[in-house]
Every structure is written in structure tokens, then in C-alpha cells.
């Protein structure tokens, strides 16, 4: 016979597991991860993705990204981009415990696109991107440069990575042609790259985000004649953590600012 479950007793562990961050279940038996192959190399490149997949894996991602590249394009407005993405199915992430979609937020006319990893907890819940404990800090910053209201905000990937890890570069590429489509449709004057993982997707580098922020490079679109002055800083997250690393990212922001002067 089935022992009876003491309801207080599972909520009482279910507790004692959210707070120890495991906020996620996906089998019903365990997995000796120990066993699995060692995680794909962070390159992002879609070519460098399909050559550490096995055949089926690397066919199923073109298949994502193909699909994906067919709704973006077919998208005439952010709006309509938003809805392609909430209705897109290719992403892995959508059934790993993800609420919903989580596309942009912010000004659909702003000359500044922001670009951060993907949603975590709040962001799952609520729908829009940064709007935990690192968003307030991004959005202070943002208000320190004079940049509230001229920044639209998207992540890397839109559904959230469960336990907040860091996407994969197969997620980040399946997800890749919403993020320059959005570009596309926004044409922003500058991109700013919100930490490691979303300057690595973007400018397809495996260099660290220290020596990435505070340079300039140009994001250049495979097609058609799109491209856009981009620039990393530190994430607010790792800012929350490390903050005498404020001092490099709060000149980035100025740079930014600076940047859009220049242009105006
Ligand atoms: N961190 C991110 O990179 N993006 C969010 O939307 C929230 C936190």
C-alpha cells in the first residue's frame, strides 16, 4: 500500500527545496548526470553548435532556427514579433518549467536597444524582462544617465533557463533571428550587450566579458543592410555581487549616453 503523503510535510520540503534554488523537476526518475557527455563549447555560432550535436539534435536545431527565421521575418512590428515569439515552439526552454514568453520592455521608438540573458524568476512571472533585484539597479542607471525612456529592452532568449542557468548557445542560436529581427524593426542608434552571455551570443565571441565591455563593435546582420554600434558592459547581477565594479559599468553607461549625443 502506498504510505499516505503528510501534505504539510511535502510543502515543508518543497520549501526546504526552493530555497536551496531547485525550483524545477523534469523526470520522474533521477539522472547520473556524471555519465552524460561534458556540455557543448560555448561558441555560438550555429555551425560550431551543429558539429558537438549528435546528427538528429544538430537537425532539429536547424529546423528551430529555420522556423524561427520564417515567423521573425514575417513580423512588420515589435508587437506582431512579440506574438510570433509567444506563439514560436522550437525552444527547448518553453517546456522546462517556463511560465510564459518573455519578450521586451520599454520604449518601441527607442534609439538604445538593450539586450540582457534571458528571464529569471520575476521575469517569468510578470512577463517582462529585468524586473528583479538587477532590473531596479539597471533601470537606476539607466535614470543616472538620462536614459529612461530611450532604451527598449529584450533578452538573448525568452523563456526562462530553469534554476536561472545560463542559456546554451543551441538556445541562444534557436532564439538569435527574434533578437535581429528586433533590431531590424527597432534600428536603434546603439546596442548595449548586458553581460557575458548576451555580448558572447551577439558578437559571437568566446572572449570574457572584461575584456569585451567598454569596447565598440559593429553588430552586422548576415542579411540585408543592418548593423548597429554595440557595446557590453557588466551585468547588474554581477554588479549586485561585485560592487566596486560599478565604477566600469557606470562608464559604460556614460558612453552610451555620449554616443547618443554624438549621433543627435
Ligand atoms: N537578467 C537578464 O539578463 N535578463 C532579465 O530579464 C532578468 C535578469
Known amino acids: 500500500m502506498t504510505p499516505a503523503v503528510d501534505p504539510r510535510a511535502a510543502e515543508s520540503l518543497l520549501a526546504f527545496w526552493a530555497e536551496a534554488g531547485v525550483d524545477a523537476c523534469f523526470d520522474e526518475a533521477p539522472v547520473d548526470r556524471t555519465r552524460l557527455p561534458p556540455p557543448a563549447p560555448r561558441q555560438a555560432t550555429l555551425k560550431a553548435v551543429a558539429s558537438v550535436q549528435a546528427p538528429v539534435a544538430s537537425g532539429d536545431i536547424a529546423a528551430a532556427v529555420a522556423e524561427a527565421r520564417r515567423l521573425a521575418a514575417a513580423a512588420d512590428s515589435l508587437e506582431a514579433l512579440g506574438e510570433a515569439i509567444a506563439a514560436f515552439e522550437g525552444c527547448g526552454l518553453r517546456t522546462q518549467g517556463a511560465r510564459q514568453a518573455v519578450f521586451a520592455r520599454g520604449n518601441p521608438t527607442a534609439p538604445i536597444l538593450a539586450i540582457g540573458e534571458g528571464p529569471g524568476a520575476e521575469e517569468d512571472a510578470r512577463g517582462q524582462p529585468f524586473m528583479g533585484e538587477a532590473g531596479r539597479l539597471l533601470d537606476r542607471m539607466f535614470a543616472a544617465a538620462g536614459l529612461t525612456d530611450r532604451v527598449f529592452i529584450t533578452n538573448t532568449v525568452f523563456w526562462r533557463p530553469p534554476g536561472n542557468r545560463t542559456p546554451t548557445p543551441e538556445e541562444q542560436a534557436v532564439c538569435a533571428p527574434f533578437v535581429e529581427r528586433t533590431l531590424a524593426l527597432l534600428r536603434p542608434k546603439a546596442v548595449l550587450l548586458i553581460g557575458a552571455a548576451a555580448a558572447k551570443s551577439v558578437l559571437q565571441t568566446d572572449d570574457g566579458i572584461l575584456k569585451l565591455r567598454g ?23 554581477f554588479l549586485l555581487r561585485q560592487p566596486l565594479r560599478k565604477r566600469q559599468a557606470w562608464s559604460d553607461m556614460l558612453a552610451l549616453s555620449a554616443r547618443l549625443e554624438g549621433e543627435s
Do not use: K, M
Open 215 to 237: 569596447q565598440w563593435r559593429e553588430w552586422r546582420l548576415a542579411e540585408g543592410d543592418i548593423s548597429a554600434p554595440a557595446l557590453a558592459t557588466l551585468h547588474p547581477a
